[in-house]
């Protein structure tokens, strides 16, 4: 069945970087294009990085556009994001999810990573 499992999170000062891990299994990980989603306390998840199946097109929320780097090793059925400067505000619990910004396995969320950026 459908896993995905996120790693990396941890506690960071403002300005620091983590860099997030998602391993995927259970499905063709190179067929799709994959999304890293958060969600902060008392707030709806949202989208804030997508990368195509090959790693050649990418696409960023605004509040992260210039900071987090997102990439894909599909031969390791893995997906990063690298997260710089990182600010207060980007505290949340980190999720990813196959698809182009709307979750295709949306009955089947990883236990997500959470994000503390605190000084």
């Known amino acids: 069945q459908v896993q995905l499992v996120e790693s990396g999170g941890g506690l960071v000062q403002p300005g620091g970087s983590l860099r997030l891990s998602c391993a995927a299994s259970?499905?063709?990980?190179?067929?799709?294009?994959m999304s890293w989603y958060r969600q902060a306390p008392g707030k709806e998840r949202e989208s804030v990085a997508i990368?195509?199946?090959?790693?050649?097109?990418?696409s960023y929320a605004d509040s992260v556009k210039g900071r987090f780097s997102i990439s894909r090793d599909n031969a390791k059925n893995t997906m990063y994001l690298q997260m710089n400067s990182l600010k207060p505000e980007d505290t949340a619990v980190y999720f990813c999810?196959?698809?182009?910004?709307?979750?295709?396995?949306?009955?089947?969320w990883g236990q997500g990573t959470q994000v503390t950026v605190s000084s």
């Open positions: 259970g499905f063709t990980f190179s067929d799709y294009a």
């Open positions: 999810n196959a698809g182009w910004g709307t979750p295709v396995f949306n009955q089947q």
């Open positions: 990368i195509s199946t090959r790693g050649r097109s990418t």
